[in-house]
């Protein structure tokens, strides 16, 4: 039987995985005294107020034979991590919606989402890795514009957990819990004033948590799907009767099945959709280069007086026309000295020819350059 229990508003909010002991390829509870292992599911959400006054509202994912064991699998794991506390009304409910949001979303303004983790008591052969992977996948999803950030490593427990208070850090850690009836193997807690999540991974060996290998739970599965929790998703699946095959394959579905280390198509849309990336800006146009000028083999820069210069062979005058601020030129050539002079006419100017790299004395009466290809 599945069930809601109280839909009332929350101060805290918590998301919790549960269970799970492998026996003949089914991922199931194994409750003492039943004589048998169920295969059922039931997907539960509870309320509870705490000593202090404060509501919390808890999801559970937990297999059992019937309601009433799945409530004592519950009550098991509530005296473990949050001690004190007492249920609230219950009433009927379903279960939650695709793609919906749990509770407040993360701001623009505090994404990247900083996490620290403290691998105190990790059990034996999962790493900081399967952590820095969870973060890793939510942060790189087209179309979304949330990213988790690593805050490093951390010697603090987490705290909406262990004290029901923020401390200002969100904290990946290992906290001991219950196994009697049912193992709870992640709780991802949210509190609803302060922008806040901790994640308490179970440190209990009964809880079976590891890399997936030789019938043990996947860390690296379970720590991703609590961080979808820490993001602000739900539960992929809208009606626990009824889900789509993209909806069970989700890493954000309530039921374990198995190793699921990247995000699946169901996943990467809640999470878009949630945090939906806005218009980028437009592409820069190329700036494309210049042009460059035609090459030139030899320039003639003159200034106000004598110059000396060298000039390739040809007509003298056809190089000093291009060059206003010529008005005389003396060198020797192969003709003896030639001579130009820009105040004879046309004709005479143009009878002077110099050799090849010769040089010649070229009297300005200002200064100009001329370029010659």
Known sequence: MRYRLSCMPVR??????????????????LVPGSGRASTDIAALELRVVTPEG??????FSVRAEDEAQARAAVAVALR?????????TQEGGGATAQHAPWGWKWAESEIPVEVAYNPGDAVAGVGPDAIAGGLAAWSDVPGSAFAFETAGFSDRRPSLHTSMRPDGENTVAWVHMDCSL?????????DEVVHEADIALNSNPQAGLGDGAGGSVDAHSVALHELGHVAG?????????????AEEEA????????????????????????????PQPAPTPPVLPEEPEPPFEFEIVLSRGWN???????????????????????????????????????QLRATSTGEPGAAYWVLADGACKAAFD
């Open 308 to 346: 000396l210069v060298t000039l390739p062979g040809g007509p003298v005058g056809s190089f000093m026309e291009s060059l206003p601020c010529a008005a005389a030129v003396y060198g020797w050539g192969q003709e003896g000295w030639a001579t130009w002079v820009r105040a004879v006419s046309p």
């Open 233 to 245: 998703l739900e539960h992929s699946c809208p009606n626990i009767l009824n889900c789509t095959k």
């Open 182 to 190: 049912g193992c709870v193997l992640g709780v991802t807690a949210r």
């Open 80 to 88: 473990s991590i949050l001690p004190g506390t007492r249920p609230l």
């Open 251 to 278: 890493v954000m579905y309530y039921r374990y099945r198995g190793i699921k280390r990247t995000l699946r198509t169901d996943d990467i849309a809640g999470i878009s959709a949630r945090y939906p990336q806005g």
């Open 12 to 29: 805290r909010t918590l998301g919790l995985l549960i269970v799970l002991v492998a026996a003949a390829g089914a991922w199931m509870v």
């Open 54 to 59: 404060r509501v919390l509202n808890l999801h």
